[in-house]
């Protein structure tokens, strides 16, 4: 398994892979660092039962690659990381713990080479654990809490979904359009609530079947089974669970005009982001309107601080994310290719002027005679 595991990174054209087995838990620990080019790479921590090790892998790298786009995508200066503790089984209170301290440890050990915070299946309580043996936890505040970046994600999820409307719908207002938000979770559930004030026609689906009934009611929602979930009629499909659902299966069932959701790498693969834009559905890539949660923790107003006014500052900024989603479409629509296409090629152009500019050398300055 190991061979195969090493056979993997090798083949990724990343930078560092960190591969750790955990014998109490039978869990693996992978770090995966794509890039430093714009800066340190950093990335959240995901938790999750793998059916394989080699599938926690794959998942790690390419959401580290991902991560790249995202900082790029927002102009801060960052790299691409991710990890990933993949886990055979579910773990008791005292595994997880252990596995937790171990972790960070190891981020520990790597000496600021990886930062990072909150992903799927982590929680604020997580972060909290780990910064208190690393300090490298992005959103540790100073009283031992970490704040959690769910709302700051949903909040520049729904500027995003504001945005695609206007550009894909004509609609500057969304109390006319009907949304369909797949996950109800840390982000999918303040986004539910966001739309809801909006006056949006709104539909919601998510695995635990009660945590969706109960918001609905809560709400004035539907709810739409998970079997129905791609056929389901809506203008708007938001995808806020996991990554991978867009695929040559799925995408000829979707019933919609615009897909725009939290969830990372949402495409199985890049040629499903073609797919979409062949059938005219217009694809708000993830890891751009999904950055509130990034840029939140990046900006030079910290959400860390320990004022009043902090959280507030950093959620109206997230308006910024609607403003890189419409730049997105509108390039999309004027050249007439998929909005990942356009995303990619934008993200890769600060990284690719970046490398250029490491690489040559600074002139020294002019001589000056006495």
Partial sequence: ??????????DWPGEVVVIRRDDLTDSWIFVALHSSVLGTPVGGTRMKIYSEPEAGLRDALRLAEGMTYKWSSIGLDKGGGKAVLALSRPLDEAERLHLLQRYADLVESMDGAFGTGEDLGTTPSDMAILAERCRFIHGA????????????????????????CEVVLARKELADS??????????????AR???????????NDLEADRAASLAAELGAEVVTTEN???????????CAVGGILDQ??????????????ANNQLATLEDGERLHDRGIVY?????????????????????????????????RMAEIGDLVRAVLEESRRLDLPPSTIAQRRAERRVDAARAAKASPTPPPPETEA
Avoid at 149 to 158: I, L, N, Q, R, S
Avoid at 229 to 239: S, V
Wanted: proline share 7%; glycine share 10%.
């Fill in 141 to 164: 505040r100073t009283d031992g809490q970490v704040t959690d970046p769910g709302p700051f994600t949903a909040e520049g999820v729904f500027h995003g979904i504001r945005a695609a």
């Fill in 249 to 262: 299966e799925t995408i000829p069932r979707l019933r919609c005009r615009i897909v725009a959701g939290s």
């Fill in 1 to 10: 398994m190991i061979n195969d595991l090493k056979q993997i990174a090798r």
């Fill in 284 to 316: 708000a890539p993830d890891y751009v309107i999904n950055a509130g949660g990034a840029l939140a923790f990046g900006l030079p107003v910290d959400a860390a601080r320990s004022d009043a006014d902090a959280p507030q500052a950093l959620m109206d």
């Fill in 178 to 191: 009907t949304v369909l938000i797949q996950g109800v979770g840390d982000v999918g559930e303040p986004l």
């Fill in 194 to 204: 966001r739309l809801a004030k909006s006056g949006v026609h709104l539909l919601l």
């Fill in 229 to 239: 979930l791609y056929e389901t009629e809506c203008d708007l499909f938001a995808p």
